[in-house]
């Protein structure tokens, strides 16, 4: 989970944000680098090779205005550590943390369905084999 976690979020990051007709992974990633308090994948710098900081669509930003620790028009232009969140890791380490703590949550709700699941089969073959035994 780990490797693919790191392979597709950086190359999500640098390759679709804020393209023509990728507006939900722009706002999910602006999501997310404010909810972890994190920005670019591994670090801030992953955004220096992102399409949309090369391109003139970004008003000179180094960063997207959604690493900064308070949101103001073009405050992306600057990425000192006052400004934006500096994380050891990036949004990456950061998720994989939210998803170990929460891996109890999410294992006991995929089991919890899976039961579900089990005993509506159980009751489906009950209910075929009682039509079976006693036809119309």
Not at 50 to 59: F, H, K, T
Not at 119 to 128: D, P, Q, R
Request: charge should be neutral.
């Amino acid at each position: 989970l780990s490797d693919e976690l790191k392979e597709h979020l950086n190359q999500t990051m640098t390759e679709n944000y804020a393209q023509h007709g990728k507006d939900t992974i722009t706002s999910a990633v602006d999501r997310l680098q404010q909810d972890f308090k994190c920005c670019g994948s591994n670090h801030s710098q992953d955004w220096m090779l992102s399409v949309y900081i090369r391109s003139e669509q970004s008003g000179n930003r180094v960063v997207p205005d959604s690493c900064c620790k308070t949101i103001t028009p073009a405050c992306g232009r600057r990425d000192h550590p006052s400004n934006i969140y500096k994380v050891e890791g990036g949004c990456i380490t950061k998720l994989e943390q939210f998803l170990a703590d929460h891996l109890l949550v999410i294992g006991a709700v995929g089991i919890g369905v899976a039961c579900l699941q089990i005993c509506g089969m159980v009751f489906t073959c009950c209910l075929h084999r009682r039509i079976k035994m006693d036809p119309y």
